[in-house]
């Protein structure tokens, strides 16, 4: 059982930069493949990221210029740093763990990010 917590989201104007955080609880964190996915209002969920147990990334076409994922094994923690925001990147965003990449089995509750125009 792993039990994710994301920080950090706020309201931010265009332009700017936001780094979110997902804590996660478990010992075996560092077993994890973690992915980001951003939900905004009347959308459906998207995904935004992902990182590897060894750190590789992967993004979304529409945010990989943008958008960087880290993550810590030792603290248990991932991150989402995002620049040049813009207002379509308003969402609640959620960070998320899979064990094998076939389907994401535990989820956060999100933070919300709304950027300003």
């Known amino acids: 059982q792993v039990q994710l917590v994301e920080s950090g989201g706020g309201l931010v104007q265009a332009g700017g930069s936001l780094t979110l955080s997902c804590a996660a609880s478990?010992?075996?964190?560092?077993?994890?493949?973690m992915g980001w996915f951003r939900q905004a209002p009347g959308k459906e969920r998207e995904f935004v990221g992902t990182?590897?147990?060894?750190?590789?990334?992967d993004y979304a076409d529409s945010v990989k210029d943008r958008v960087t994922i880290s993550r810590d094994n030792v603290k248990n923690m991932v991150y989402l740093h995002m620049t040049s925001l813009k207002p379509e990147d308003t969402a609640v965003y959620y960070c998320?763990?899979?064990?094998?990449?076939?389907?994401?089995?535990?989820w956060g509750q999100g933070t919300r990010v709304t950027v300003s125009s």
């Open positions: 478990g010992r075996t964190f560092s077993m994890y493949i």
């Open positions: 990182i590897s147990r060894g750190g590789r990334t």
């Open positions: 998320a763990a899979s064990r094998d990449n076939t389907r994401y089995n535990y």
